[in-house]
């Protein structure tokens, strides 16, 4: 039976309770402040919704994640970061990015990025929680991602390219800066094959929930504006 959220109460139920068709759906309704979203990601789900739905709340099981240290980058986007055809930056405009992830695409019916859900998103951004990467081609943003660090974890949440491979890019430097810092995963949420060619896998939701138990609250090197 699916869990309804009341306004006065941040917490979700066990992840134990989500569904398994639709995989991993756990909870719906509540809203999306920034001290909710903060519960929701820290307890392992995430918000994924359709303008004109409820407010509908997942933990999917296998959970699909990318450890930093098996990144797999093929030759052809190793030569292309060598070239450096593309310069990357880090929390530079974090408010075009995720306006550039919530243009629609000729593969889908909408976005599930909403008018609400950016502006929940700038408050994390705001709150340091939030992080944009963004791709640049001379002045022209052409790539970019975001997503949510806590502790040593990186949440991922969309990307969008205007040219080509510079989401690639963007997602790959990324990566390595992040291996750097110290963070030990990188939340995919759902598999693409786009993630799986960099090395993304899937893994139990419980062995997912140890490492939010393990590594939430870990300090790393991270130095987002440097």
Not at 128 to 134: F, L, R, Y
């Amino acid at each position: 039976m699916l869990t309804w959220l009341q306004r006065d109460s941040l917490q979700f139920p066990p992840l134990a309770k989500a569904m398994r068709e639709p995989n991993g759906l756990l909870a719906a309704g509540g809203d999306l402040s920034a001290d909710r979203l903060i519960s929701a990601y820290r307890h392992g789900c995430f918000p994924w919704f359709q303008d004109g739905q409820p407010i509908l709340w997942w933990s999917p099981d296998p959970r699909t994640v990318l450890f930093p240290e098996e990144l797999h980058v093929s030759r052809s986007l190793a030569k292309l970061l060598r070239q450096q055809r593309y310069r990357v930056t880090f929390d530079q405009d974090f408010a075009a990015v995720i306006q550039a992830c919530a243009e629609p695409r000729t593969y889908a019916d909408g976005t599930w990025i909403t008018r609400s859900m950016q502006e929940a998103y700038l408050q994390l951004h705001e709150r340091g929680i939030a992080h944009s990467v963004e791709v640049w081609q001379e002045d022209q943003l052409v790539g970019g991602l975001y997503g949510l660090a806590m502790g040593q974890l990186f949440f991922g949440e969309s990307m969008f390219s205007r040219a080509d491979n510079a989401s690639k890019v963007g997602f790959a430097t990324l990566v390595g800066k992040l291996r750097d810092w110290g963070f030990v995963l990188i939340d995919c949420q759902m598999p693409t094959q786009h993630l799986r060619s960099f090395g993304a896998r899937a893994i139990p939701r419980a062995s997912f929930a140890e490492y939010l138990k393990c590594h939430l609250d870990l300090p790393t090197g991270a130095d987002w504006l440097a």
